[in-house]
C-alpha cells in the first residue's frame, strides 16, 4: 500500500498523515500552501507534526499532479485538498469552482489513469443544508445547497459517482461533522473561542446561540479514515461509490460547547450576540452506522473529554507559538 493525502498541511491532512505514519503505512503528502489563512500557522503545524517532507503541489495544476502520479506507484488517495470555509464562499466564489471543481476532476482523472485502487475524498455535512431530519442519514435528499462551499461538495459527490459508474473505479466520500483538536482551523468555532477567552476579549456568538454541532475529535476522525481506507466499495449492480457521515453522533449546544471550553481554560467572557450567518446552519447530526457496519468503529471520544486536551494544547501552545 502507498497513499497519497492531498491537503496534508490542512488540519485534517496533517493529522492523518502523521497517524498512517505511525501505523507503518508508506504514505506521501501534498499541498499548495494557500493563504486561506496564516502559512506559517500551517507550516507551524507540519513540522510540529514531524511532516517537514510534505511536497509543495498545487491540484490544480494539472501536469503536475500527473507527473507525481506517473513517479509514484499509488495505490490509495485520500483527496483532501480543498478550499474550506462556509461563510468564505459568500464572497469568494471563484476559487471554490477552480479548487473543488477543477482540482477534483483532475484528482480523478489522475486516479482513473493510473489504476488507484481506492479513492477517498472528503465531502461536508454542509451538504445537508436546512435538513429537517433529526438524524442526518446518507441516504437522506441533499439537493438544496445553501452555500457555494456546499453545492461544490454535492458537485464533488456527484463528479465521484459518475467516475464510478463510467470507470468501474471504487470510490468512497466522506461527509466530515465539524472537526475540532489541536491545530485545527483558525477559522472554526473552537479556535475562535479559545483565542477569545486567552486574550479576555468578547466571544461572537451567532444565531443567539441557538446552535447545535456534532463537534468530532480529530483523533477519532483520522482513526476511521485509517479504517476505510482498506475498505473500497464493491460494484456489483451499482457503481463502486459510497457516502459516510463521519461525525460524533451527538450535536452539542453550542452554549454548551463554550462552557465546558471556559472551564478547561479556566476562563470566562462576555457573549457578543450576532445573528445567523449567511450559508450557515442551526443544527449538524451524523447517522454513522453504515461507517460503524463497515469498520466496526465510530468517533467516540466524549465532548468533556476533547474540550480539555483541546484546551491544554491550546494553552500550551500559546506560550510557545504563534496561534492566528
Same mark, same amino acid.
Given at each position: 500500500?502507498?497513499?497519497?493525502?492531498?491537503?496534508?498541511?490542512?488540519?485534517?491532512?496533517?493529522?492523518?498523515?502523521?497517524?498512517?505514519?505511525?501505523?507503518?503505512?508508506?504514505?506521501?503528502?501534498?499541498?499548495?500552501?494557500?493563504?486561506?489563512?496564516?502559512?506559517?500557522?500551517?507550516?507551524?503545524?507540519?513540522?510540529?507534526?514531524? &511532516?517537514?517532507?510534505?511536497?509543495? $503541489?498545487?491540484? %490544480?495544476?494539472?501536469?503536475?499532479? +500527473?507527473?507525481?502520479?506517473? @513517479?509514484? #506507484? =499509488?495505490?490509495?488517495?485520500?483527496?483532501?485538498?480543498?478550499?474550506?470555509?462556509?461563510?468564505?464562499?459568500?464572497?469568494?466564489?471563484?476559487?471554490?469552482?477552480?479548487?473543488?471543481?477543477?482540482?477534483?476532476?483532475?484528482?480523478?482523472?489522475?486516479?482513473?489513469?493510473?489504476?488507484?485502487?481506492?479513492?477517498?475524498?472528503?465531502?461536508?455535512?454542509?451538504?445537508?443544508?436546512?435538513?429537517?431530519?433529526?438524524?442526518?442519514?446518507?441516504?437522506?435528499?441533499?439537493?438544496?445547497?445553501?452555500?457555494?462551499?456546499?453545492?461544490?461538495?454535492?458537485?464533488?459527490?456527484?463528479?465521484?459517482?459518475?467516475?464510478?459508474?463510467?470507470?468501474?473505479?471504487?470510490?468512497?466520500?466522506?461527509?466530515?461533522?465539524?472537526?475540532?483538536?489541536?491545530?485545527?482551523?483558525?477559522?472554526?468555532?473552537?479556535? &475562535?473561542?479559545?483565542?477569545?477567552? $486567552?486574550?479576555? %476579549?468578547?466571544?461572537?456568538?451567532? +444565531?443567539?446561540?441557538?446552535? @447545535?454541532? #456534532? =463537534?468530532?475529535?480529530?483523533?477519532?476522525?483520522?482513526?476511521?479514515?485509517?479504517?476505510?481506507?482498506?475498505?473500497?466499495?464493491?460494484?456489483?449492480?451499482?457503481?463502486?461509490?459510497?457516502?459516510?457521515?463521519?461525525?460524533?453522533?451527538?450535536?452539542?449546544?453550542?452554549?454548551?460547547?463554550?462552557?465546558?471550553?471556559?472551564?478547561?481554560?479556566?476562563?470566562?467572557?462576555?457573549?457578543?450576540?450576532?445573528?445567523?450567518?449567511?450559508?450557515?446552519?442551526?443544527?449538524?447530526?451524523?447517522?454513522?452506522?453504515?461507517?460503524?457496519?463497515?469498520?466496526?468503529?465510530?468517533?467516540?471520544?466524549?465532548?468533556?473529554?476533547?474540550?480539555?486536551?483541546?484546551?491544554?494544547?491550546?494553552?500550551?501552545?500559546?506560550?510557545?507559538?504563534?496561534?492566528?
Amino acid at each position: 500500500m502507498k497513499v497519497l493525502v492531498t491537503g496534508a498541511a490542512g488540519f485534517i491532512g496533517a493529522h492523518l498523515l502523521a497517524h498512517l505514519r505511525a501505523r507503518g503505512i508508506d504514505a506521501i503528502g501534498i499541498d499548495n500552501l494557500s493563504n486561506y489563512y496564516s502559512v506559517d500557522y500551517k507550516r507551524a503545524r507540519v513540522a510540529a507534526l514531524g &511532516l517537514d517532507d510534505v511536497r509543495i $503541489l498545487d491540484i %490544480e495544476q494539472r501536469d503536475a499532479l +500527473n507527473a507525481l502520479f506517473d @513517479a509514484e #506507484d =499509488f495505490t490509495h488517495v485520500v483527496h483532501l485538498a480543498a478550499q474550506a470555509g462556509v461563510r468564505y464562499s459568500v464572497d469568494n466564489p471563484h476559487i471554490y469552482a477552480s479548487t473543488n471543481l477543477v482540482g477534483f476532476v483532475n484528482v480523478l482523472e489522475a486516479c482513473r489513469h493510473h489504476d488507484i485502487r481506492h479513492l477517498l475524498y472528503a465531502s461536508s455535512s454542509s451538504v445537508y443544508g436546512r435538513s429537517d431530519r433529526s438524524v442526518f442519514d446518507e441516504t437522506d435528499r441533499v439537493d438544496s445547497p445553501i452555500s457555494l462551499y456546499a453545492a461544490t461538495k454535492r458537485a464533488n459527490e456527484l463528479m465521484a459517482h459518475s467516475y464510478a459508474d463510467l470507470y468501474g473505479m471504487a470510490i468512497s466520500g466522506m461527509r466530515f461533522f465539524t472537526v475540532y483538536g489541536p491545530w485545527g482551523r483558525p477559522d472554526m468555532a473552537p479556535m &475562535l473561542f479559545a483565542r477569545a477567552l $486567552l486574550r479576555g %476579549e468578547p466571544i461572537e456568538v451567532f +444565531n443567539h446561540g441557538r446552535m @447545535a454541532r #456534532d =463537534f468530532t475529535w480529530i483523533g477519532d476522525i483520522v482513526e476511521a479514515v485509517t479504517r476505510l481506507i482498506d475498505l473500497p466499495p464493491a460494484g456489483g449492480s451499482s457503481a463502486p461509490h459510497i457516502l459516510y457521515n463521519l461525525g460524533r453522533g451527538a450535536p452539542t449546544e453550542l452554549m454548551t460547547f463554550i462552557e465546558l471550553l471556559e472551564r478547561a481554560l479556566g476562563r470566562h467572557s462576555p457573549r457578543r450576540w450576532r445573528e445567523m450567518q449567511t450559508g450557515d446552519v442551526p443544527r449538524t447530526h451524523a447517522n454513522t452506522r453504515r461507517l460503524q457496519e463497515a469498520t466496526g468503529f465510530a468517533p467516540q471520544t466524549s465532548l468533556e473529554e476533547g474540550v480539555s486536551r483541546f484546551a491544554g494544547w491550546y494553552s500550551a501552545c500559546a506560550k510557545h507559538c504563534e496561534l492566528p
